[in-house]
């Protein structure tokens, strides 16, 4: 028997619930039996600062809890230009979900630098990755209200990987467990991860 061992990269900005979603990640594989390991590596988690979190899980072999250079199964990234800043870990057997809202970090901001072409972002991630689907959640997280959505919208598309290791019924789970104590907020963020299924349910078709 194959030993399991999946490792989950999340990047993006302060404001995005990229923690948050590391967090139902790693509850998710909890529930499911697996053991898991969470950190963030660098950044802070503060309003549009850089942030880069790591989940591994195997099926109970310890490991680093940091993933190396070019062992990402999946990257998660929730702003393009913060998934290329952490092109180290992508390698040919990463797949990568990225959300094409563009936040422009400060120093583009404030014209110390320019952001770069969209179609460059998207073209580099692919030639350095084993598979790219992009999507624009933040027009779906607007639909439903909440733009803070986009990471459980995201979620959603994830759940329907053919090679994720961790149940949709866990996923669900997870999200229940999070936002138990907020019931608004707990239906909006099922609600998004369904309409995320679904999404990825088409995009899945398209590849």
């Known amino acids: 028997m194959i030993a399991l061992r999946y490792s989950i990269a999340i990047s993006g900005v302060g404001g995005l619930g990229i923690l948050t979603l590391g967090r139902i990640i790693s509850l998710a594989a909890i529930h499911d039996g ?9 950044g ?23 993933i190396p250079s070019k062992g990402a199964d999946l990257l998660i990234g929730l702003e393009p230009i913060e998934s290329l800043r952490v092109i180290e870990v992508m390698g040919p057997n990463t797949i990568v979900v990225l959300n094409t809202n563009i936040i422009p970090p400060p120093t583009i901001t404030l014209g110390i630098s320019k952001y770069p072409p969209l179609e460059h972002i998207i073209r580099t991630i692919r030639q ?17 209200g909440e733009p803070r959505l986009q990471n459980t919208i995201l979620l959603g598309i994830v759940s329907e990987l053919p090679d994720i290791p961790i149940s949709t019924h866990s996923f669900r789970k997870a999200i229940e467990n999070v936002f138990s104590h907020r019931e608004k907020i707990l ?21």
């Open 44 to 66: 802070l988690s503060q309003r549009y600062g850089s942030v880069f979190v790591h989940v591994r899980i195997s099926d109970g072999e310890i490991l680093a809890p940091t």
């Open 128 to 144: 350095n990755s084993k598979k790219l689907i992009a999507y624009n959640a933040l027009e779906l997280a607007k639909k439903l």
């Open 187 to 207: 239906k909006l963020n099922l609600e998004a991860f369904e309409k995320g299924r679904q999404i990825g349910q088409q995009l899945m078709e398209k590849q």
């Open 34 to 42: 697996k053991m898991t390991y969470m950190s963030e590596i660098h």
